[in-house]
């Protein structure tokens, strides 16, 4: 099978790579015999390249001579998301003093590629299954469809089928969207494209910045290839920019990329459950006392009910030194302030 010229910048020659590029030369062969073109939607980590591999699939298809059009879905924000997408109509809300047609229309002819599309809303995602099955769109506040011609390119480094059973994304929107689905697979899983990723890149960066051509040592060489790359192609990228304008020396060597060893991301540490119970109980017994039984709480058979004396029971009569105290109290207050008591006698509390 021929390649397609402009599929070459996708370096490398690892198992995943191969399979990208001879599904996507299978269906630029097939353009002439296709009326429409399938949606293709294209899966991985951050980083892996997605956007990069979509302008090559428009650069390589039919649409090369229309526009392409790039939507990031989640630098928009959702009020604004749908108006950007669809257009809108003159008075369709506060400020639309003019009519504005949308992206979808700006791509006519041509491709429109939905970066992030997992994260789009619920009414959205409704819109864009309706622009997959009819072609049209409707602006906010028109009474009537546009048709439109577009190739749908969309990404997501999300697991869209883990969304759908959490009822995040529409199942219907995800199988129109992948009709032709690519998987780009993480640097850490690509070990032989490393290497040949780390050169061109740090060439590139010579020449962009006019530097000399910088060559890799073979302690850097290693370093490369031990590390996992959480940051996939773009990490490697940034790093070869970096070392190209930091770097004095010829011969890069490892420790000017200052690469720091990852653990694995397979890596767990071991579940309490499975250690081993004997250990754990020894270590249990040894570091804390058995614990010794408290002695039983004594419950009063007394309660606020049984101490309450019966409503229809009468009042204790005062008893003699009861009015003896209250009338004590009195004359000590009569004789702090005898006007007082005198004028009103009504303040007293015992009236």
Not at 13 to 25: K, L, T, Y
Not at 160 to 167: F, H, V
Not at 289 to 309: F, I, N, Q
């Amino acid at each position: 099978m021929p390649e397609v010229k402009q599929l070459a910048d996708l370096i490398g020659d690892s198992p995943g790579i191969e399979a990208i590029r001879e599904r996507v030369a299978r269906l630029l062969q097939r353009q002439g015999d296709l009326r429409r073109l399938p949606p293709v939607l294209i899966e991985g980590e951050t980083g892996t390249g997605k956007g990069l591999l979509a302008r090559m699939i428009h650069k390589a298809g039919p649409r090369a001579d229309g526009p392409f059009v790039d939507v990031n879905c989640a630098a928009i924000p959702e009020t604004l998301l749908e108006a950007e997408m669809f257009g809108f109509e003159r008075g369709a809300f506060t400020d639309a003093r003019r009519a504005k047609p949308g992206l979808f229309q700006a791509a006519n002819r041509g491709t429109i590629f939905l970066d992030e599309v997992g994260l789009l809303s619920e009414p959205l995602q409704a819109k864009l299954l309706k622009v997959l099955e009819e072609r049209s769109v409707r602006r906010l506040g028109a009474t009537r469809d546009e048709h439109v011609d577009v190739w749908i390119l969309t990404a997501t480094n999300e697991d869209l089928k883990s969304a759908i059973q959490r009822r995040r994304f529409r199942e219907d929107l995800y199988h129109r969207l992948a009709v032709l689905s690519l998987t780009l697979p993480p640097l850490r899983q690509r070990a032989g494209d490393v290497l040949t990723l780390a050169e061109h890149f740090l060439s590139r960066a010579c020449v962009d910045y006019g530097m000399p051509a910088k060559t890799l040592a073979a302690d850097a060489r290693a370093a490369l290839l031990a590390y996992a790359w959480p940051g996939n192609v773009r990490e490697l990228g940034n790093l070869m920019e970096r070392v190209a304008l930091l770097s004095s020396e010829s011969d890069v060597t490892a420790e000017a990329l200052g690469l720091t060893s990852v653990a694995p991301s397979n890596a767990t540490a071991t579940p309490p459950c499975a250690r081993s119970p004997m250990r754990s109980a020894t270590t249990r017994s040894s570091r804390s006392p058995a614990p010794t039984s408290a002695p039983p709480v004594r419950r009063l058979a007394s309660t606020a009910s049984s101490r309450r004396p019966p409503a229809d029971r009468p009042p204790r009569p005062a008893s003699t030194e009861d009015q003896q105290d209250r009338s004590a109290i009195q004359q000590r207050a009569v004789g702090r302030c005898p006007a007082v008591w005198s004028a009103s006698p009504q303040l007293s509390p015992f009236h």
